[in-house]
């Protein structure tokens, strides 16, 4: 396929978004609101928008909906959320976790009184959009111009690395490199499973689970 895109500008606005949403979350450190609306334009609409004037027909197979295909992903997802809270439960007391809830009212507002609305939009709307673009864009996109192996560790790293700036004070130096390495093996499972369906549906719908999981621990620190 023929596009105007060429494999080193698609990595340059890919690591740029990133970059975008660091720099909000390091230095401009606006509230929760703000925030998911920049990401929404970041993450989304203006990479919706670039794709629809430049590759339109890649765009459209990104959305693919494929509900025969779902049954997988939906026993995945639901075993990923007892995982989490078994974890929470067995590893919990071990790891000093009171610094999330610190940071949460700190430097986003969030709290206990409009956590339960968070917690629903971090699960659909912002899960959406980390797998459209780690996943959707990062992975499936990128591989149209860069090949397999280095669209799938790419998008996997990049997945990784973005969260350092997200969750770069939520946690003590040991949880958080544990997390940061599982974040990476996560990255590079969900490439597999949207190589399968050649769609990123079924990731979205496991990183649901998997937020709503985190969000249920987030609950019971409050």
Known sequence: ?????????????LLLGCLVMAWVELVLMPGYWVKSMIKLGVFGLIPIAALYLLEKPA???LFALRPGHLKTPLV??????????LAYLLLGPYFDLSRVTVNLQRNLGINRDNFLFVALYIATV??????????????LGLRRHAGEKFSSF????LFSLYHIAIMKA??????????????????F???????????????WLIHFFANLGINTVALFLF
Do not use: C, H
């Open 170 to 187: 939520w946690f003590t130096l040991p949880l958080f490199t544990l997390i940061l390495v599982f974040l990476l093996l996560t990255g």
């Open 189 to 203: 499972f969900f490439n597999r499973l949207a190589s399968r369906e050649d769609s990123f549906t079924a990731t």
């Open 59 to 61: 765009l459209k197979g």
């Open 154 to 157: 790419f998008s996997a790293l």
């Open 76 to 85: 995945i997802g639901i075993l990923t959320y007892g995982f989490i809270l």
């Open 1 to 13: 396929m023929q596009t105007r895109l060429d494999t080193g500008k698609y990595i340059f606005f």
């Open 126 to 139: 912002n899960a959406f959009l980390e797998e459209f673009y780690f996943r959707g864009i990062a992975y």
